[in-house]
Structures are given as structure tokens and as C-alpha cells.
């Protein structure tokens, strides 16, 4: 069964990465998971998103799009 998530009004990429996949600097596969939200920097309330299934990678892959 797939994992969600429902934001909170503010969340963040980086907030929800670090407290669903245990580190912001898996932001990139969340946003990966939920491509139609990528635009988004402050979430609103009520937004149902894919927690994907960790891909550990020792390169530059697993930091967020704005630190590659």
C-alpha cells in the first residue's frame, strides 16, 4: 500500500521530507513523486502527496534541486 501525506497549511518540501523520509535532503524524491506539486513552495492545507520508497544514492541525486 502506498504512503501519503496531507499537508498542513505552510509546510514545506524540505519539513516534509525531514519528517516523513528522515532527511530534507531527500526533498528531490519527494518532489519526483509528486511532480505536479514541484511549482509549489508553500504548501496549503488538505494536499495529499506520495511518500515514495527511499532510494539511497551517495552521489548529488538525493539533495534537493536548489543544492545540486
Known sequence: MA???TTA???MW???AKEQL???YLSNQLI????KYSKV???EAGVVLNIP???QNKSKV???PWKR
Open 62 to 64: 538525493n539533495l534537493p
Open 32 to 35: 519526483d513523486a509528486n511532480f
Open 22 to 24: 528522515g532527511s530534507e
Open 14 to 16: 524540505d519539513k516534509i
Open 41 to 43: 513552495v508553500k504548501f
Open 9 to 11: 497549511a505552510g509546510d
Open 3 to 5: 504512503k501519503t501525506y
Open 53 to 55: 520508497e527511499i532510494v
